[in-house]
């Protein structure tokens, strides 16, 4: 017999919930697949120490990384660093992940989501 003063206790989840997380899994993992890359210029010697990065664009991860470009118009937007890019030799330009666009919209996600499952939240009684 169930005292009167336990906890009422929550069921499991329900059907909305449940489409909750699996949409926002699904939405992740195509942010996984084609995330946001940068080009970063870094240049470290007795003369010059730069160290600049550009933001790139979002490409499919299994196609690799985007080649860092000689010239581009797009480049040029950002306060003119194409002249990085005529200037130095491509052996200076790395292509990395933008961790920062990347994880912001993960982060996002993974609120809405936190807050939807519990809004959706029914109690046994």
Do not use: C
Not at 13 to 22: A, E
Not at 51 to 59: A, C, T
Not at 89 to 95: A, F, P
């Amino acid at each position: 017999m169930k005292s009167s003063s336990t906890p009422k206790k929550y069921a499991h989840m329900n059907k909305k919930q449940l489409l909750t997380i699996w949409l926002s899994v699904i939405v992740i993992s195509a942010l996984a697949l084609i995330p946001p890359w940068q080009y970063r210029f870094k240049v470290d010697t007795e003369s010059l120490d730069l160290d600049q990065k550009v933001p790139g664009p979002y490409r499919l991860i299994l196609l690799g990384a985007p080649e860092v470009p000689v010239t581009s118009t797009r480049m040029s937007y950002y306060n003119n660093r194409q002249e990085y890019f005529q200037k130095y030799e491509r052996k200076y330009w790395k292509v990395e992940i933008d961790w920062v666009r990347f994880l912001i919209p993960i982060g996002v996600i993974v609120l809405i989501t936190s807050a939807l499952v519990i809004t959706f939240q029914t109690r046994n009684r």
